[in-house]
């Protein structure tokens, strides 16, 4: 249940669909691999540097108590 809940997380929900939706598009000759490449590169990147900010803002919290 708790693995449900985490991928119903807006963000993340996000970031799944457009990489189902661009590698669909990227099969199909919609749009070239280096495109796909490309904007599947800014989705991660966004996600993953989301995350860890947030981890180090708890870690810095717990530091400070």
Same mark, same amino acid.
């Given at each position: ?33 280096s495109e796909f490449l490309t904007i ?5 990147? $966004?996600? $993953? ?10 870690e810095n919290k717990i530091d400070l108590?």
């Amino acid at each position: 249940m708790e693995l449900l809940k985490g991928l119903l997380q807006i963000k993340k929900l996000i970031a799944l669909l457009l990489t189902i939706i661009f590698a669909i598009l990227s099969l199909r000759g919609f749009i070239s691999s280096s495109e796909f490449l490309t904007i599947f590169s800014m989705v991660i990147a $966004f996600y $993953f540097g989301q995350s860890s900010a947030r981890q180090t803002i708890k870690e810095n919290k717990i530091d400070l108590e």
